[in-house]
């Protein structure tokens, strides 16, 4: 029995999103899904029982930042990830893929690896393949991910081309230094830019290497979300039915139902945390900036429409009111709604594709939905 398998249940009948059901060894979660972020094993001001709470089915941690504290070592003494954070639910890793993204100015790709200064004190690291693998290996994790490159946008054709083929060397090195895939499914990462062509190219070369799931790397790193979209439909047909499908860093609600209708079974981003500690919420007719003067007397919850812990026992006042503050049960409050915001809009979503009725639901939510910036503070 494979470490990660994933079970199709239904297809929408109009657009083909799929409902479905991922088996990991640490238990079953229905798709399309959202994951929250724990960066560091923790969801930043959230326990993992208010997790569970919400619904979260599997979180995911990053394999960069805990390399560099508390590192794998001791992660491995205390009993894998899980234990070390107290989650009995799946849990993926990211590769530190995307650290060699973000981190661009601290950082040398070569063939062989990636050569970081650390954020943290200046400390040079290396990061290879096998090394990425090793790491989450000792983590322990559910769902592993491949050390790939994510260019930046836009970036030139000729550098895509060898930054994917790079990539696809780095997966086939990183199945090699698979040492667990009894109990962890290693996915590999396709990559290739704004390019379909070259999109399909990757798609091509690690579908060949026969992993356990997929994920579309290197989108919502600035390009317009219609060439985003563009790119999912020329790209997921490709990956094969019987295996996960995983949209890398997307977490805006219009993104996500866009994203499920084009065939993405998972998603994560760290969206809804970051803006929560900003005093930024979501809701059915767009974010809310609670810190606003406007709010300052208003009696009413986040969202009249939701039913988290949040919005049934404090007004958009008193939240104002932490935030303005400085208190950090503010930031508990927007945070955890934030989360349970995305998580029970895709449970909304699952129920639309059962029902085969997921573009009327788009059309309901995006007709009060305002996805652009929100309201300016004053």
């Given amino acids: 029995m ?9 297809k929408d009948k109009k657009t083909g999103a799929r ?14 899904l959202f994951m929250p972020v724990g960066t560091l094993a923790t969801v930043k001001t959230m326990s993992p029982e208010e997790l569970k709470e919400m619904g979260a089915g599997i979180v995911l941690s990053n394999t960069y930042h805990l390399w560099l504290r508390p590192g794998e070592v001791i992660v491995e003494e205390a009993g894998g990830l899980h234990r070390f954070m107290n989650w009995d639910r799946a849990i993926l890793t990211d ?9 661009s100015g601290l950082r040398q790709i070569e063939e062989e690896g990636v050569q970081f200064r650390s954020h943290l004190n200046g400390e040079p690291l290396f990061l290879s393949p096998e090394k990425s693998i090793r790491i989450q290996n000792q983590l322990g994790a559910d769902i592993i991910m491949s050390f790939d490159e994510c260019p930046p946008y836009p970036a030139e054709r ?13 997966a086939e090195r990183g199945l090699k230094a698979h040492a667990r895939p009894q109990d962890q499914g290693l996915f590999g990462i396709i990559q290739g830019g704004i390019y379909p062509d070259l999109r399909k190219m990757s798609a091509r070369q690690l579908i060949g290497l026969d992993f ?17 979209y563009h790119i999912l439909e020329e790209t997921v047909p490709l990956i094969p039915e019987d295996k996960p499908r995983y949209l890398m860093g997307v977490g805006s609600p219009d993104a996500l139902i866009e994203g499920v209708i084009r065939g993405i079974d998972l998603f994560d981003c760290v969206l809804p945390t970051r803006i929560a500690r900003n ?3 979501m809701t059915r007719e767009g974010r809310v900036v609670i810190r606003n ?6 009696f009413g919850p986040l969202d009249p429409q939701c039913g988290c812990y949040t919005c049934r026992n404090y007004t958009r006042a008193y939240i104002r009111h932490l935030i303005k503050a400085d208190e950090i049960f503010g930031i508990r ?11 029970h809009l895709m449970e909304e979503i699952r129920k639309a594709i059962w029902e085969d009725r997921l573009t009327q639901f788009r059309e309901e939510f995006l007709s009060t939905y305002n996805a652009e910036a929100p309201e300016r503070e004053f």
């Fill in 2 to 10: 494979p470490a990660i398998r994933y079970e199709l249940i239904k």
């Fill in 19 to 32: 409902l479905g059901r991922i088996h990991t060894p640490h238990g079953v979660f229905d798709t399309p």
């Fill in 95 to 103: 590769s530190g893929g995307f650290q060699v993204f973000s981190l």
């Fill in 158 to 170: 000729e550098y895509v081309i060898k930054s994917l083929e790079r990539t696809t060397r780095w």
């Fill in 212 to 228: 356990p799931g997929y994920a579309v790397g290197g989108l919502s790193v600035g390009e317009p979300k219609e060439v985003m």
């Fill in 279 to 281: 005093g930024t919420t």
């Fill in 293 to 298: 003067a406007r709010y300052a007397k208003d």
């Fill in 333 to 343: 409050l927007t945070t955890y709604h934030n989360l349970y915001f995305l998580i």
